[in-house]
């Protein structure tokens, strides 16, 4: 089996790790680094579950090679408070309980974070498409896209 | 001053910002090191008998540490104590494909799954029957011994004179339906890890049950093992919708794998295994007859149902008696017949899901309310208030209804849709349609009947006073540790922020019979109430004792007591000091039962559908209906739900919102298909949930009716405005393009078969009339 060093940047954080050619992202993150915010919830690229920021742009982390990841940028669920403070999104979410379960959560808020990078103030129907690659089973989207609702054009 | 309440407060979740920054840890995320991988290898064949299973090569393999087979398990399991038919793994038959067969653990996934290829085994078909009908037919070979034409259960019940209410109805109309098998797809995958201790033959399972007590049970039952050396942990739990109300097969496999190896093994199961595993909703027919006056009474019922029950018992009996239990207590009817058939099939097994039992039935009792009411020319609304129940009222099925919010919740959806002045004038393609549905908050009696109190909350205030909340039951998203918690702070009139709750570990925390049913809020949350109340007593007695008054000139003020109309004060932690150095550590206990009155009757089956109170629901859907190409698209939704009372206003809209979504799924696009069994659908993308670019506004309003025995007067919030989605679309889908939907989901296909054969009948129609008009060629 082979195995390659990988030389990328994590939550700002360089790293530089062995990993196998076939290892997946997703499990890069939870196994080796215990990154485990990044959910996997189907059996690849059904439910965006696993949804992280690479160079700032939304992606699976369950169907994207770990070693196609060189040299980029990644972000987690675990980088968006920071110094102890939830981000606004995040805050949003929390009041606004667009959570329930919570399994989708890390995926959605990571979604919703690129969706707003690339586009600060998106109407109801730019959020309900761009996050129509997260399946949530619990709340109906309603209290998710108010909670993003409430942040965007900040 | 009016002190600030907790309860009726928009509360945010005690545990969202674990969920929110991805701190919050599932089962999969449990940091437990050095684990073994456990993996389940499935039957292929849908049933037979198993001739041969040899493991020699698999355990040949360098690193494979266990590998069990149904042989090795002492006892079989079942959520129901009367109908425990099911092996961890299969026993003697198989009797569904993909049903576990043989299980390893190995040092990791790769040498897991080289020890699963090198299994062989020989299963001797059997005739497979993948429909009710094949498997009742007198020919069919059993599933089950014992089990008479693949019967599970058949129910048979009589309430009132049903023969004189329909010679006194005005009109009499009996229609079929037919729906589809649909499932949870929590969005969670299951997981299981098993600690074990070799030395001292304990085990720990971690686990993403609904109900940790009966798990634990479960697991003793079938290793052999004593109870005591059980602990079940649930962790974060990723939604469960009724999927994981029972104990599971891969729970009872990992755990004998880890007994098995000596070790802690780890079981991470696919999506595809969650398919496999199911227990949703059954594959299921309908006959439905109903009587009714002009006025839109309705003076009799007789329902037929066949439920495609999948191979094993599982909640099965209570599901096909739930079924008929709830044609009552929605309505005022005086007579009602159902008969109820559950049936075995070789499919994966069902179960209960979300609405359980009832969502079927009542999407073919309101469609037949709108069927009725055109004829009549009645307003849907107005067929509706013609069967009005009065509370106090007890049914003709011994159920008790003390509190009923469907007169409010009517007039608020037809106000907040526009009924009245935009139905009727809508375009061709667009349309309303109304549905009521309710709901028991929590059955009232528990499935394993052991004569304790239905619930148990223990309350812990030590030196730091802060106050420890233990409860069995299971939050699994629905918010119920934020609401507990909130009950507490409200009697006590402390911060929320003084209190934690532990939930789900049955070495530390009360047995709960589990989060199912919408029991939690209702039963838990008034043990809650009651734990409360018995610590601020001792809390109170030690301020008095202090403040040399006595108990009754004690103003309790929250985070302090007074001496009534002095400037005596004692604060919070000089009251627990005083209360601990009288007794050290508190611990109180908080109960509670359903009263007797509310237990149901004393007919078989009578406990299935008794409640201590209904929630209630009404709501209108507006639909866009596509003739060229079938497709239905949900415009909006208006909903009112009658929830007693809101102790957390935000948490009773996000689960009504989730239950009418989940209503919406089923009603347009989920369904199960097998292919000789074989999953056709078992990923989600060809198991349609609706994402949020398809789901449509959903407007909540939320009705207070205050029922007596519900906690501060509320009743469930969770279940009951789900079943009124699916009749409100097809209600809908008829007003906007006059077609009587009986089948769902109300997919595009559907639609279009639907309109296609209207079509023809009318080309049909319109020919004959032509013929009968030609003249006679002379």
Not at chain 2, 228 to 247: Q, Y
Not at chain 2, 465 to 492: P, R
Not at chain 2, 636 to 650: M, Q
Request: proline letters at 4%; glycine letters at 10%; one cysteine or more.
């Amino acid at each position: 089996m082979a195995r390659r060093l990988l030389t990328l940047t994590v939550n700002g954080r360089a790293r530089e790790d062995a990993v196998a050619d076939h290892e997946l992202l997703v499990d890069y993150l939870r196994n080796t680094l215990e990154l485990t915010g990044t959910k996997q919830g189907c059996d690849g690229g059904e439910c965006g579950a696993c949804t992280v920021l690479i160079d700032g742009e939304p992606r699976l982390a369950c169907i994207t090679l770990a070693a196609t990841c060189e040299g980029r940028r990644i972000e987690t669920i675990e980088s968006i408070a920071t110094a102890g403070r939830l981000s606004r999104l995040q805050q949003a979410f929390h009041e606004k309980l667009g959570t329930q379960c919570g399994f989708c959560t890390p995926g959605m808020i990571m979604a919703a974070e690129g969706l707003l990078r690339r586009n600060p103030n998106p109407d109801e129907r730019e959020i309900r498409e761009a996050l129509s690659g997260n399946l949530c089973r619990c709340t109906g989207y309603v209290k998710i896209v108010e909670s993003v609702q409430a942040v965007a054009g900040d | 001053m009016a002190r600030t309440r907790v309860v009726g407060q928009r509360t945010p979740l005690i545990d969202g910002v674990q969920k929110v920054t991805g701190r919050a840890q599932y089962t999969a995320d449990l940091p437990i090191a050095h684990a073994l991988v456990g993996r389940i290898l499935r039957s292929p064949v849908a049933h037979g008998v198993i001739r041969r299973i040899d493991t020699t090569a698999a355990r040949a393999i360098s690193g494979v540490r266990a590998v069990i087979t149904g042989e090795d398990f002492a006892a079989p399991y079942g959520v129901i104590p009367i109908a425990q038919n099911e092996w961890p793994l299969a026993r003697d038959k198989v009797r569904y494909r993909g049903e576990p067969l043989v299980a390893v653990a190995a040092v990791d996934a790769a040498t897991a799954e080289a020890a699963l290829a090198a299994i062989t085994f020989e299963i001797e078909p059997l005739p497979a029957y993948f429909g009710a009908a094949d498997a009742r037919a007198d020919s069919a070979v059993l599933l089950h011994d014992r089990k008479k034409g693949n019967i599970e259960r058949e129910v048979d019940q009589l309430f009132g004179d049903v023969e004189g209410g329909f010679a006194a109805a005005d009109l009499v109309r009996e229609q079929t339906f037919h729906y589809a098998e649909v499932t949870h797809g929590q969005m969670e995958l299951n997981a299981s890890i098993v600690e074990y201790d070799a030395v001292e033959d304990r085990l720990i399972s971690h686990s993403v049950t609904q109900v940790p007590y009966y798990l634990h049970l479960t697991i003793a039952q079938c290793l052999g093992i004593d109870t005591a050396k059980v602990r079940v942990v649930k962790p974060f739990v990723g939604g469960g919708f009724g999927h994981r109300v029972e104990p599971l097969n891969f729970e009872l496999v990992n755990a004998a794998l880890a007994r098995a190896a000596g070790d802690t093994v780890r079981m991470d199961l696919s999506r595809e295994d969650g398919f496999l595993t199911h227990r949703g909703r059954p594959e299921t027919d309908i006959r439905l007859k109903l009587g009714m006056k002009k006025s839109g009474e309705i003076t009799a019922v007789d329902c037929e149902i066949v439920q495609r029950g999948g191979a094993y018992g599982g909640y099965g009996l209570v599901t096909i008696l739930y079924a008929g239990a709830l044609l009552h207590a929605l309505y005022r009817i005086p007579a009602v017949k159902y008969r109820g058939h559950r049936v075995y099939t070789n499919t994966p097994p069902c179960g209960a899901m979300r609405g359980h039992g009832a969502v079927d039935a009542r999407h073919a009792f309101e469609a037949m309310l709108d069927i009725m009411a055109r004829e009549l020319g009645l307003d849907p609304f107005a067929v509706r208030r013609a069967n009005l129940i009065a509370p106090p009222w007890r049914t003709i099925n011994d159920l008790q209804v003390n509190s009923y919010g469907i007169p409010e919740c009517l007039d608020r959806v037809e106000r907040a849709s526009g009924w009245k002045t935009r139905r009727g004038k809508l375009p061709r393609g667009r349309g309303l349609g109304l549905a009521c549905s309710h709901y028991v908050s929590g059955s009232a009696k528990p499935v394993h009947w052991s004569g304790e109190p239905h619930a148990v909350v223990n309350l812990k205030l030590d030196f730091d006073g802060g106050i420890t909340l233990l409860t069995g039951a299971a939050d699994i998203g629905q918010g119920s540790s934020t609401l507990l918690a909130q009950v507490v702070a409200e009697v006590l009139e402390i911060p929320l922020l003084r209190i934690r709750v532990i939930a789900g570990d049955s070495a530390l925390t009360p047995k709960d019979n589990g989060s199912y049913s919408s029991r939690v809020s209702f039963m838990v949350g008034n043990a809650a109430l009651n734990a409360a109340q018995e610590l601020k007593r001792i809390l109170l007695a030690a301020a008095a004792r202090k403040l040399e008054a006595s108990v009754d000139d004690i103003d309790w003020e929250g985070e302090h007591c007074r001496v009534a109309g002095t400037e005596r004060v004692i604060a919070f932690d000089a009251i627990v000091e005083a209360a601990l150095a009288d007794a050290g550590t508190l611990t109180v206990k908080g109960t509670w039962s359903t009263p007797p009155e509310t237990q149901g009757g004393k007919f078989r089956g009578a406990a299935v559908g008794s409640t201590a109170a209904f929630s209630y629901a009404a709501q209108v859907v507006e639909v866009a209906v596509d003739e060229e190409t079938g497709e239905v698209k949900v415009e909006h939704v208006w909903v009112a739900h009658d929830c007693g009372y809101a102790i957390n206003p935000l948490a009773v809209e996000g689960q009504v919102q989730g239950a009418v979504w989940m209503g919406m799924g089923q009603a347009l696009a989920e369904e199960t298909r097998y292919h000789d069994g074989l999953p056709l659908h078992a990923s989600m993308l060809d198991y349609r949930i609706a994402t949020s670019a398809d789901t449509p506004p959903i407007d909540v309003e939320l009705v207070e009716t205050h029922d007596p025995l519900g906690p501060f007067g509320a009743k469930e919030a969770s279940e009951g405005a789900l079943h009124g989605f699916a009749p409100a679309l097809t209600n809908a889908i008829y007003d906007a393009i006059g077609l009587r939907l009986n089948e769902l989901p109300a997919s595009p296909d559907r639609v279009l078969d639907a309109i296609q054969a209207r079509s023809r009948e009318e080309r049909l129609r319109a020919r004959r009339r032509a013929k009968d008009l030609q003249p006679v060629a002379s």
